[in-house]
């Protein structure tokens, strides 16, 4: 059999390779998603004190370090047993806003914009920053900016803008600086300014991709992501919510404490990134997607104006479920504008500035979980102490996981629809990884259990003969 | 009375008292040399090495702390070679156990950071050793994590000479030379302790911390000790 490798895959997070198998014919037979790296956390958290978990595992990924503080922070507030001030729980909620839009402007424009700009089949060479700069500056200008609003915001609120130490168990370490608060009001209308110019743009750009949206992971999965009691869109707190393709409650304000219920996890033979599926379906049928295009086919609403105005526009177009994973960057803009609008609702608040932002207490539970929307989607710390506070098991169910029965049956639809075997196409082959692109995937941050992204594709014959391989560094 | 001695510190002419330390009298005319395991207030060990200095007419390096003035000594604190071995000492100190400074509790806060960054030390030369230690989470109040431990002593000598406890000692040899309680048995377990705290105030890493602040919040009040000797020898 004949065998193509993308090794490794580029503008993604961490280390991937793909393998696409052709028959005899020449023509895509099987698709293979392999992750490379081993990262470890689980384990060799054991024996830690669990208040040191927020900042060891925000060591896990240098792009949304706050995510995993966040959820790391909450399974410590639930084995301290207590209730974080209400002024702590809305500056973690901002600190999370400020992360979502620089990670969404990071991967929209740093990563995804030279394949959606520039053309998927535009010359590899330029196909990059350096090409946007040349092509559409303002665009470029556009996601600079609004990248740097959201780590600036990090920063003012915590000192740092990667791994910063401010979100604790119990709360966060000191209150907002009302000079903060007052210089943020002043930069968001710029900020919306950016991603209402650029969801415009979006729109008039996404119908340029018809192929694309009919074969990027164009199929029916379950979706997933956490809602508040109203069902509307939450990023920092809620349950889980998981509906069927056709919009159907499957399992509705799932507390997380009971998320192993209906969450089981496998491991495939072929990479480091375990596969989550929906327990009560099984393994592999329960494929479920999390993420953008999850949280806003799983929400009844966004809970904004601006937000909740574009979700209607994108559900007209694309009706109430998008099964296309290409929409995960529509939906990602529809999310950094929610997330923006949230900002500006927390900052009016006038208990935004409030002093009283950490809970002291010791061990009052064994367990704890911790559950948040991360930018690429459904975050899940589970620890367990022993009565000193001493780490004795940890579980981190990671967004890009849950995706990855999905992303590795999007590839073999994307690789049937544009690679022949016979003609090899860079631009065929880019359309693979960017299909891996518009997950988001973050490889560093979702093998921590067992271990690679770059990414790397490989072209294998029906004997097995390698006939091609592609491999970014 | 006391006798008088003079003494010449980097050219410097300085008057001095017989029986006091070189690292005594050089930190008394506000002249600076480095030092992990000293602590004011505390007897003087000499296990960091870190205090080294050069004196005429000795042909090997003298730790600071424990070497006595003597009239006429003419002591280099300064030369290249010293501020080579002093880097030399803490990449040692950095390669020997597992220093994670990022996931530490006294980052920011951390003698062993301090000194690092002061020497330049950018890298480690020598390969790490990556020991496997525990953390004893047994105490209710306070943790240690052997990780961090430079077997300064600090602690112990706290314990013995300022608490009267002597809950600490140094067990085993060489590199498997490991800080226990009473015995080896768990912190929490020894029933000398009087949870007084002395013993993490004077402890210059992260090793020791009292339970529940995050990473970088452990900040240490390093007076405490020399504050109590002070007042006692005051009585």
């Known amino acids: 059999m004949k065998k193509i490798t993308i090794d490794h895959v580029s503008r993604i997070e961490g280390h991937a390779k793909i393998t696409i198998r052709l028959d005899s014919a020449g023509q895509v037979a099987d698709t293979q998603f392999h992750v490379t790296q081993v990262r470890g956390f689980e384990k060799f958290v054991e024996g830690r004190p669990y208040y040191e978990m927020p900042s ?5 990924c240098g792009i949304c370090p706050v995510s995993h503080e966040l959820a790391s922070s909450k399974a410590c507030d639930s084995i301290m047993a207590v209730r974080i001030p209400v002024t702590a729980a809305k500056l973690r909620e901002l600190i999370h806003c400020a992360q979502f839009v620089q990670s969404h402007a990071l991967s929209f424009f740093h990563l995804s914009a030279p394949d959606l700009l520039l053309g998927m089949d535009f010359d590899p060479a330029t196909r990059n920053i350096a090409g946007l700069l040349e092509e559409h500056p ?9 990248r740097k609003f959201g780590q600036q915001v990090i920063e003012r609120l915590a000192r740092e803008r990667v791994h910063p130490s401010w979100v604790v168990p119990g709360g966060v370490n000191s209150p907002l600086d009302p000079h903060a608060r007052e210089l943020t009001l002043t930069e968001l209308p710029a900020a919306m300014a950016i991603v209402k110019r650029t969801l415009a743009l979006w729109k008039g750009t996404v119908d340029h991709f018809p192929n694309e949206i009919e074969s ?3 199929f029916p999965t379950m979706y997933c992501g956490l809602v ?4 509307s869109l939450r990023l920092y707190d809620g349950n889980l919510r998981f509906v069927g393709s056709d919009g159907s409650m499957v399992a509705d304000q799932v507390a997380p404490n009971d998320y192993a219920t209906y969450i089981g996890e496998a491991t495939l033979p072929d990479s480091y990134l375990k596969a989550p599926y929906f327990k009560p379906t099984g393994f592999p049928d329960g494929i479920y ?6 949280r806003l086919n799983v929400a009844d609403r966004c809970g904004t104006p601006g937000a909740d105005a574009e979700l209607e526009e994108y559900r007209q177009r694309f009706g109430r479920i998008v099964q296309s994973g290409f929409h995960y960057h529509y939906a990602r803009l529809i999310e950094a504008l929610y997330a923006l609008e949230r900002m500006q609702e927390l900052l009016d608040d006038p208990s935004i500035v409030g002093t009283m932002v950490r809970a002291h207490a010791g061990v009052n539970d064994l367990e704890g979980v911790g559950v948040i929307e991360a930018p690429r989607g459904t975050l899940i710390h589970h620890y367990k102490v022993d009565a000193n506070g001493a780490m004795t098991w940890a579980n981190l169910v990671v967004a890009t996981g849950h995706n990855n029965l999905a992303i590795g049956r999007g590839i073999l639809q994307v690789a049937k629809r544009f690679v022949d075997g016979n003609k090899i196409k860079e631009g065929a082959l880019n359309r693979v990884s960017a299909l891996v692109r518009a997950y988001d995937p973050c490889l560093s941050c979702s093998t921590h259990a067992l271990g690679t992204v770059p990414l790397a594709l490989e072209l294998r014959g029906a004997d097995g003969q390698l006939l091609d391989e592609v491999r970014t560094e | 009375m006391t006798e008088k001695v003079k003494v010449r510190i980097d050219g410097e002419v300085i008057a001095a008292t017989a029986g006091q330390t070189i690292l005594e009298v050089a930190r008394a005319n506000g002249k600076y040399i480095p030092a992990l395991c000293y602590m004011e207030g505390l007897s003087a060990v000499g296990a960091c090495r870190l205090c080294m200095v050069q004196v005429a007419g000795v042909a090997r390096l003298l730790p600071a702390c424990t070497t006595p003035v003597q009239e006429g000594l003419a002591i280099d604190t300064t030369s290249s070679q010293l501020q080579s071995y002093r880097k030399i000492a803490l990449e040692l100190l950095l390669a020997e156990r597992n220093h994670v400074c990022a996931v530490c509790v006294s980052s920011g806060h951390c003698e062993l950071q301090t000194l690092a960054q002061e020497h330049g030390v950018t890298y480690v030369r020598y390969p790490y050793n990556y020991p496997r230690l525990t953390v004893d989470t047994t105490h209710p109040r306070y ?3 052997h990780n961090r431990c430079i077997l300064c002593s600090r ?3 706290t314990c013995a000479e300022i608490e009267g406890a002597h809950v600490w000692d140094m067990a085993g040899r060489g590199i ?4 226990v309680s009473e015995l080896k048995r768990p912190w929490g377990e020894a029933t000398s302790c009087t949870s007084c705290g002395k013993c993490v105030q004077a402890c210059p890493t992260g090793a020791m911390a009292e339970k529940g602040w995050a990473v970088e919040e452990m900040t240490k009040q390093r007076t405490v000790v020399s504050r109590l000797t002070s007042m006692r020898e005051g009585q």
């Open chain 1, 56 to 60: 060891i595992t925000s060591r896990i």
């Open chain 1, 138 to 146: 303002d665009a470029l200008r556009d996601g600079i900016g609004l």
């Open chain 1, 216 to 218: 990027f992971s164009n």
């Open chain 1, 228 to 231: 508040g009691p109203d069902g």
């Open chain 1, 289 to 294: 997607r999390v993420g953008p295009l999850a």
């Open chain 2, 143 to 145: 943790v240690l994590d």
């Open chain 2, 155 to 157: 602690c112990v000598r």
């Open chain 2, 176 to 179: 498997d030379t490991r800080l």
